[in-house]
């Protein structure tokens, strides 16, 4: 779980190339449980809406709505889109939990990079391969 939070720490502070190498380096330990979280951060601050809603339509299906909802709009940062972020994020300071409305309040004051505008070539290459380790993932575990 530690590697989690370190990824989810990389992204936070807005080192988007250090993020995949990361993941690139501890990939192979990460225990099967973890992979999701992993790759939730990945493509969270990468901006890749489509893996979210493939994760959240299979192996984190259970996350609370106010959960995927602010990893949604964290991506929409990402994309650099900041008025879908603060529509979608701005409902989960009245209604999400403390957790949660503490996270909306530190992403809307400080939304992360635009992840087009700094991932290098090499990053890049390592979220594809992340994009592929989910689909192999996903192809044994579909939801029914």
């Known amino acids: 779980m530690i590697v989690v939070s370190y990824l989810r720490a990389l992204g936070e502070v807005g080192d988007l190339n250090a993020l995949p190498e990361a993941y690139a380096r501890y990939r192979s330990g990460l225990a099967s449980p973890y992979l999701p979280q992993a790759w939730l951060t990945l493509f969270a601050f990468s901006g890749q809406h489509d893996r979210l809603g ?19 709009g ?30 909306t309040q530190q992403r809307l004051a400080q939304p992360v990079p635009i992840a087009r505008e700094v991932l290098i070539p090499a990053s890049l290459t390592i979220l594809d391969q992340a994009a592929q380790d989910l689909d192999q993932h996903l192809g044994g575990h579909q939801s029914v």
């Open 54 to 72: 493939d994760l959240y339509a299979t192996l984190l299906k259970t996350d609370p709505p106010a959960t995927q909802i602010f990893w949604l």
């Open 74 to 103: 964290t991506a929409d940062c990402a994309v650099g889109d900041h008025a879908t972020a603060e529509q979608r994020l701005t409902p989960l300071l009245q209604d999400a939990s403390p957790r949660i409305r503490k996270a």
